[in-house]
């Protein structure tokens, strides 16, 4: 996600940071590149000009002109450019409700069936309630039978009739979940390769029989430009009060992110980073920002973390650590829970200064982390909780067991007892830490 366009625009940082003033030449050559790096991440160019224009004019003030560290003002200068570009601040759900009815709209092909489900899952994750999904796409094939595999996936009840009449199948599911006390009802809704009039009369139709608290758009980011024209065209027609932009995780180059609220005025409520239905994420333009700029979101990673570790289980596990009694069954134990956060490329990404270290683009073979957990399983009791017993004959077992070779055993081993060291010498305050 926006790998390329923040490289570019940390380049150009970095020469910033290094002069000792900033002048009108050199925040000249720097806007350029700034500008070059937008406008290939697919911006829209009116959004370029005016971008670059404000922080072209706020570089060149008395204040920068002052200032100790011109470059670290600069740099908050296209920070707080870029927050204000993606929507200024974060824009909740509205879940007031009861229940809280959610509309998802969309063009085929964008992902919105596949959406519906993470943001139920999203939900019952985040506020411990109860959602229910309204199968109103009657017209796609399969797509009732897609959302009735994904509600089984997730454990969250589907209500569906069949091809009936949209109106009645969803005043019928609002019966049914006010009977049934459930909190949210989010409604698939039937999408067309293209807009036409006989799609928007049917969502118009809904939005007023039904007022849901929500209407949300789903767009595919690796659209490009043409995103905007689809919601400006949505909008003129329904009430939209978001959007979800899906793919984000892909090769896209992220451009639409940055245009959408500035020219549609529409505010991006969630992004979707991954294929998996818990690959949703709360859109928040502060932390965006500091991801494009390699300043991490730490905020995000902790988030990351409540939900997926156990807060005793990783409490266990830290004073392991410090006494030096870290084995490989602990080892396997935090694997498995850091794999519950997402890939670890991902994770990586979020940790500050990660990208000057070289491995902001760092890719982590997920066949890797298998391997690993293969070796684990194939000790026994003992050899996970005294390494240090496995010799040959046992190396040798391991690999057949697991399916790798004796090589790969060592290199674990090796790694793991590298690791040991190095948590000692943090433990003992001893660590020198490379910066």
Request: charged share 30%; net charge neutral.
């Amino acid at each position: 996600m926006f790998e390329s366009l923040g490289d570019r625009l940390q380049n150009a940082i970095h020469k910033i940071k290094g002069y000792g003033k900033i002048t009108e030449e050199n925040i000249s050559d720097m806007m350029r590149e700034i500008r070059l790096a937008l406008l290939e991440a697919d911006v829209n160019y009116k959004v370029v000009k005016e971008f670059t224009t404000t922080v072209k004019e706020k570089a060149l003030g008395e204040e920068v002109k002052r200032s100790i560290h011109p470059g670290d003002l600069f740099v908050k200068i296209i920070k707080d450019e870029l927050v204000e570009l993606l929507g200024g601040e974060s824009v909740p759900l509205n879940l007031q409700g009861d229940p809280a009815t959610l509309m998802l709209v969309g063009l085929q092909g964008s992902g919105k069936t596949t959406t519906i489900g993470k943001l139920a899952n999203f939900l019952r994750k985040k506020h411990s309630k109860k959602p229910l999904l309204v199968a109103a796409d009657v017209y796609r094939p399969a797509a009732i039978d897609q959302l009735k595999q994904i509600g089984k996936q997730l454990n969250i009840e589907v209500y569906e009739e069949g091809k009936k009449d949209p109106v009645e199948i969803v005043r019928h599911a609002l019966s049914y979940a006010k009977e049934n006390h459930f909190d949210y009802v989010l409604i698939d809704t039937a999408g067309r390769l293209h807009i036409d009039e006989e799609l928007m009369d049917e969502l118009s139709q809904l939005q007023n029989v039904f007022h849901p608290q929500e209407v949300l758009l789903v767009i595919d980011s690796m659209m490009g430009q043409d995103a905007i024209h689809v919601i400006e065209g949505f909008h003129s027609k329904l009430n939209l009060t978001g959007v979800i932009l899906t793919k984000l995780d892909g090769d896209t180059r992220g451009g639409v992110a940055l245009s959408v609220r500035h020219l549609t005025h529409v505010p991006i409520k969630f992004i979707g980073v991954s294929e998996k239905l818990d690959g949703l994420d709360f859109f928040d333009p502060e932390r965006m920002a500091g991801r494009i700029l390699g300043m991490g979101d730490i905020v995000s990673l902790v988030e990351k973390a409540q939900d997926a570790i156990d807060e005793k289980e990783a409490e266990r596990t830290a004073k392991k650590m410090q006494s030096g009694k870290f084995d490989l069954e602990d080892f396997l134990s935090t694997m498995k829970q850091i794999k519950k956060m997402g890939p670890l490329e991902n994770l990586l990404k979020l940790i500050p200064g990660v990208s000057k270290m070289g491995l902001g683009n760092v890719q982590i073979d997920p066949k890797q982390i298998a391997h690993i957990e293969a070796i684990i399983l194939s000790m026994t009791k003992e050899e996970r909780r005294k390494p240090e017993i496995i010799k040959a004959s046992r190396k040798t077992r391991i690999a057949k067991g697991s399916g790798t070779s004796v090589q790969e055993v060592n290199r674990l081993l090796q790694q793991f007892d590298q690791m040991k060291k190095m948590m000692k010498q943090m433990s003992n305050g001893n660590m020198k830490l490379p910066f």
